[in-house]
Nanobody
Framework: QRRLVESGGGLVQPGGSLRLSCAASGFSLDDYAIGWFRQAPGKERAGVSCYSDRDSSTWYADSVKGRFTISRDNANNTLYLLINNLKPEYTGVYYC???????????????????WGQGTQVTVSS
């Protein structure tokens, strides 16, 4: 059974940093496209970053470029999202997700993903 478990969220002051983790089990992350999504209060879930081995590509939403870095630890089958210089508008529940199709292309569209974690709350506030 494929499972994704996020961790690393919390309450952080503006300008701070966080590293979110997404531990996968039941499948290997390096065989699928994997992404991070954020659901802000009262808004729909939206893609912030993704990675795919299909073409070794990464993608970042315009609003997070230069502040977010996606990475993967194959040995630990874990996906990370490093967030620097946090802003209040980054508040929300962060989810990691994986596609069901192997070697799928990188996409910020949540409907392209089939497996989801439970999410981790990030709150940016002074």
């Amino acid at each position: 059974q494929r499972r994704l478990v996020e961790s690393g969220g919390g309450l952080v002051q503006p300008g701070g940093s966080l590293r979110l983790s997404c531990a996968a089990s039941g499948f290997s992350l390096d065989d699928y496209a994997i992404g991070w999504f954020r659901q802000a209060p009262g808004k729909e879930r939206a893609g912030v970053s993704c990675y795919s081995d299909r073409d070794s590509s990464t993608w970042y939403a315009d609003s997070v470029k230069g502040r977010f870095t996606i990475s993967r630890d194959n040995a630990n089958n874990t996906l990370y999202l490093l967030i620097n210089n946090l802003k209040p508008e980054y508040t929300g529940v962060y989810y990691c997700a994986a596609t069901a199709t192997p070697y799928y292309y990188c996409s910020g569209n949540r409907y392209e993903y089939d497996y989801w974690g439970q999410g981790t709350q990030v709150t940016v506030s002074s």
